[in-house]
C-alpha cells in the first residue's frame, strides 16, 4: 500500500511540478513581442522519460537546421561512428616496363563528402589530396596514360538538389549540390576588390579553384551600413553562368570573400588531377571525362584507394558549423547503404525507416532534404525530443552529444552565450540550432543543477525577419530548466 501511495504522490507532484512549468514557459512567450502572429511550440523532458512541458508538441512546423539531428543520428546509427568513405582508383591495365598505363583511369566516386576539403580533421585539402594521388600514380611507376580521366558519378540518382531547394540559395555554398564524387565541399571561393566608397559597384578578383568556361558578373556593392557581406550567387547545378547580387561591407584593404557552389564538382576534381599529373611529368593521352554509367570494376585494376576520416568527425562538422552539404551527402548514403539508389527521395525513405523501426512516428513529417534548408520541410518538435530522447540511451550517444554547439565554440550558441556565462555552466547546454526565412529553432540538451539530462525542443515560424527577440525567450525558457529541480 506504502508503495502504491509513493508511485500516486510522485505522480501528482510530477504533474503538478509539468503544469506550473508550462504556465512559466506560456507567462514568458506573452511577453514577447515577437511571438504574437507566429505559431510556435516548445518541449522538454528528462531523458530517463519524466515529462516537463509540452506546448503544442504535435504542431507541424518547418525545423530549419534542427532536421539536421535526425539525419546525423539515422547515420551514426547506421554506419557508425568510425565508417570511413573510400574512394578507388582503377585503371584498364598496369603500366608496362616503359611506364606507360595502355588505357584509362577512373575515380570511382564514393559519397565522401570530405575530398579535398579543410573542414574536418585528418581531412586532404584540394591541393593536397591532387599532390598525394599524383605521387601515388608516379610512385606505381606510370610515366603515360594513353587514355582519359574518368570520374564515375553513378552512386547517386536523380536531381542532386532537393526539389524544394529556393532559387536564391541554390548558386551559394551552403546549398551545393551533393554528387557521388564529391571534391572541395563542391564549392568555391570568389574574392571580391576592396571598395571604399559606399554604394559602388565590386568589382570579382579572382576564384579559387579556378574552374574552365565560368563566367561571373557581379552586380554587387559596397555598404557602409552593412557589416556583413550579403551577396547572393545565382546559378543552378551545371551552369557555368552566374550572376551575384547584394551587398559587401566597403573596405580599402582586403576584399570580401564569399563561396558559391561549384557548377560540377565531378568535372573540376577529374580536370585538376589530369593537370596535376601533367605538371608532375605524367602525360595523359586523352581528357577528363564524367561517367554516370558504371562500368565493369572486376575486370580493372586497383591502383589505390583514399579513404575520409572517420564519420564521427563528419558529423562533428555537420552539426556544430550546420554544414548543409554534408547532410545532403549523407542522406543519400543512408539509400545506398539499403541497397538503393542515391537519390533524395530513396534516403527520405530510409530516414523515415530508421525512426520508425525506433519507435519514433513519422505520421506528422514532410521532409524534402537531409539538412532543413527547404522551408517546406515540416516536423512536430515532439519529434525531435523523440529523436534526442533516443540517442541519449545509445552507445553513439557521446559523439552526437559532442557534436552539438557549446557556448565555448562559434556554433549555434553564439546568440545565447552571454546569458549563460553568469551560471559558470557554459558545458550545460548542448544545442543544434536552425534559422531560415521566419524560422527560428533550437533543439538539444541541458543539464539541470544536478546535472540530470534534459532534452528539449523550440520551434518558431512565421516571424518576422531579421528579429532576433525570439533568442531571448530562449533564453529565458533555458533559464527555468537549469535552474531544475525548484527548491
Not at 534526442?388 to 557534436?403: A, G, H, Q
Amino acid at each position: 500500500m506504502r508503495a502504491v501511495l509513493l508511485v500516486l504522490s510522485l505522480f501528482f507532484y510530477s504533474f503538478a511540478a509539468g503544469t506550473e512549468l508550462t504556465d512559466r514557459v506560456l507567462t514568458l512567450a506573452q511577453q514577447r513581442q515577437v511571438l504574437n502572429g507566429a505559431s510556435w511550440a516548445a518541449v522538454a523532458q528528462y531523458t530517463d522519460g519524466e515529462p516537463l512541458f509540452a506546448i503544442e508538441p504535435h504542431l507541424r512546423l518547418a525545423p530549419a537546421s534542427t532536421l539536421k539531428l535526425l539525419t546525423s543520428a539515422a547515420a551514426l546509427e547506421t554506419l557508425g561512428p568510425m565508417y570511413r568513405f573510400e574512394t578507388p582508383v582503377y585503371a584498364d591495365a598496369l603500366p608496362d616496363a616503359d611506364g606507360t598505363l595502355d588505357g584509362n583511369l577512373y575515380i570511382r566516386g564514393s559519397a565522401d563528402p570530405t575530398l579535398g576539403s579543410d573542414r574536418v580533421s585528418g581531412s586532404l585539402s584540394a591541393q593536397q589530396l591532387l599532390q598525394s594521388w599524383s605521387r601515388q600514380i608516379r610512385d606505381l611507376g606510370i610515366r603515360k596514360i594513353t587514355g582519359h580521366i574518368y570520374a564515375d558519378t553513378s552512386l547517386f540518382s536523380g536531381p542532386s538538389l532537393p526539389d524544394k531547394t529556393n532559387w536564391q540559395n541554390m548558386g551559394n555554398y551552403f546549398a551545393a549540390p551533393a554528387t557521388a564524387l564529391a571534391f572541395h565541399d563542391n564549392s568555391f571561393e570568389i574574392a571580391f576588390a576592396p571598395q571604399a566608397k559606399d554604394g559602388a559597384p565590386v568589382a570579382v578578383q579572382s576564384v579559387w579553384p579556378e574552374t574552365e568556361g565560368l563566367k561571373i558578373r557581379s552586380f554587387v556593392t559596397a555598404s557602409a551600413k552593412d557589416k556583413r557581406d550579403n551577396a547572393y550567387v545565382y546559378a543552378a547545378p551545371g551552369q557555368y553562368d552566374l550572376e551575384i547580387y547584394g551587398t559587401v561591407p566597403v573596405t580599402r584593404l582586403r576584399g570580401q570573400r564569399i563561396q558559391a557552389a561549384l557548377p560540377d564538382a565531378p568535372q573540376l576534381l577529374a580536370d585538376m588531377l589530369l593537370q596535376q599529373l601533367e605538371k608532375d611529368g605524367v602525360s595523359v593521352g586523352g581528357g577528363a571525362i564524367l561517367l554516370e554509367n558504371a562500368p565493369d570494376y572486376t575486370a580493372m585494376h586497383l591502383l589505390f584507394a583514399h579513404h575520409s576520416p572517420p564519420l564521427k568527425d563528419i558529423i562533428y562538422v555537420l552539426n556544430k558549423r550546420s554544414f548543409n552539404f554534408y547532410a545532403e551527402m549523407l542522406l543519400r548514403m543512408l539509400a545506398v547503404q539499403a541497397g538503393q539508389s542515391g537519390s533524395v527521395a530513396e534516403g527520405i525513405k530510409q530516414l523515415y525507416a530508421f525512426l520508425q523501426a525506433n519507435g519514433i512516428s513519422t505520421h506528422d513529417l514532410v521532409l524534402y532534404d537531409g539538412s532543413g534548408l527547404s522551408r517546406d520541410n515540416q516536423l512536430p518538435a515532439q519529434t525531435l525530443l523523440e529523436v534526442l530522447v533516443f540517442m541519449s540511451t545509445r552507445p553513439n550517444f557521446p559523439y552526437y552529444y559532442d557534436s552539438l554547439a557549446t557556448l565555448d565554440d562559434r556554433g549555434d550558441l553564439l546568440l545565447l552565450r552571454y546569458f549563460l556565462h553568469p551560471f559558470k555552466r557554459t558545458q550545460d547546454v548542448h544545442v543544434k540550432g536552425g534559422t531560415i526565412d521566419g524560422v527560428k529553432a533550437q533543439a538539444g540538451y541541458a543539464k539541470d543543477r544536478n546535472g540530470r539530462l534534459i532534452a528539449f525542443a523550440f520551434i518558431a515560424n512565421n516571424l518576422l525577419d531579421k528579429d532576433e527577440s525570439i533568442n531571448r525567450f530562449y533564453e529565458d525558457v533555458l533559464k527555468l530548466l537549469l535552474q531544475l529541480p525548484q527548491p
